[in-house]
């Protein structure tokens, strides 16, 4: 995975570095009118459009209904065996831990790896291990807030090795996006981008 996304990363310089080097093959009068035709419609409509543009509140709209966040909680006085079955049911690998009635108020983390790390390598019951007991707490959560860019985003879960991350805006936890859902969202906009510099080059701005 972490190879995959360095490659992403670079796709996109591989991208304009095309473009230039179509540009400085062209003939002189060619290329001119390419460099004009860029600078008026093509710079105009590429800024509209914004690569690397889509935010973190485009992927949770993407996701629908599900993204409020509202099914992807437990509680810290939870047991991780409950939080692992909620997983297992909604076919995710993390949850927003919250304090009981509080919802809206993120007390931590629990992912899969902290199941397997800290229940099933050192032998401790899920069954009597409370959630608040093995997840990431508060302090040392990382979160992004809507409108992060999703390539800042997939940046920070590369950096830190971590595979989900809860969006929160003034009011609290909105939802969580993995690491699948900016994979995704990066690599549509840079499918995007490669078509418009292709109608560029031919001539369709």
């Not at 949770?60 to 006085?77: F, I, M, P, R, V």
């Not at 291990?129 to 959560?141: P, Y």
Request: one cysteine or more; a neutral charge; glycine letters at 8%.
């Amino acid at each position: 995975m972490q190879g995959g996304i360095q490659a992403l990363f670079s796709h996109g310089n591989m991208l304009k570095n095309a473009v230039l080097h179509h540009v400085r093959l062209a003939p002189p009068a060619t290329r001119s009118l390419m460099l004009a035709r860029h600078e008026s419609a093509s710079a105009a409509r590429m800024e509209e459009h914004g690569f690397e543009s889509t935010t973190i509140s485009d992927i949770l709209k993407g996701k629908g209904k599900t993204a409020d966040g509202s099914w992807l909680w437990c509680t810290t006085d939870d047991t991780v065996y409950e939080a692992v079955k909620s997983m297992t049911q909604h076919n995710v690998g993390a949850l927003v831990v919250v304090q009981p009635g509080e919802q809206k108020s993120i007390a931590g983390i629990i992912t899969e790896r902290d199941y397997l790390r800290k229940i099933i390598v050192q032998g401790r019951s899920s069954k009597s291990t409370k959630v608040g007991d093995i997840m990431t707490e508060e302090n040392k959560l990382i979160t992004v807030t809507p409108d992060t860019k999703a390539l800042k985003a997939m940046q920070l879960m590369t950096d830190n090795r971590i595979r989900h991350i809860p969006v929160i805006n003034d009011t609290g936890m909105i939802g969580m996006v993995s690491i699948g859902d900016v994979v995704r969202a990066v690599v549509n906009e840079h499918r995007e981008e490669l078509n418009r510099l292709n109608a560029f080059i031919q001539g369709g701005y």
